[in-house]
């Protein structure tokens, strides 16, 4: 099993900028990709960010919303992922879920975070 603890979330003003952390543990030598999720009310659960690495070679995906205002990165020597937000907007506001990925096709499953709340208001 793996467990997935958020934190980093809270109420900042349009423009501001956050950074989310997700710590991993457990199984976490089974983890092959990581990554954020969010979910607004009324909503369904987007893509926020994932990454992945093999060896020395790492990827990143970004979802269209957030493209070029976000930034997803890992220490993998700590079990750690980070998502750097910047220029938020009031459309950012969401409970923001950190995911992790063990195995392939239709051998993968997925661990989720309890989530943290980011507001964007002024």
């Known amino acids: 099993q793996v467990q997935l603890v958020e934190s980093g979330g809270g109420l900042v003003q349009p423009g501001g900028s956050l950074r989310l952390s997700c710590a991993a543990s457990g199984s976490i030598s089974r983890i092959n990709r990581m990554g954020w999720y969010r979910q607004a009310p009324g909503k369904q659960r987007e893509l926020v960010a994932i990454i992945a690495s093999s060896g020395s070679t790492s990827y990143a995906n970004y979802g269209d919303s957030v493209s070029g205002r976000f930034t997803i990165t890992g220490d993998y020597a700590k079990n750690m992922v980070y998502l750097q937000m910047n220029d938020l907007k009031p459309e950012d506001t969401a409970v923001y879920y950190c995911?992790?990925?063990?195995?392939?096709?239709?051998?993968?499953?997925?661990?989720w975070g309890q989530g943290t709340q980011v507001t964007v208001s002024s």
């Open positions: 995911n992790a990925r063990t195995g392939l096709g239709r051998y993968e499953d997925d661990y």
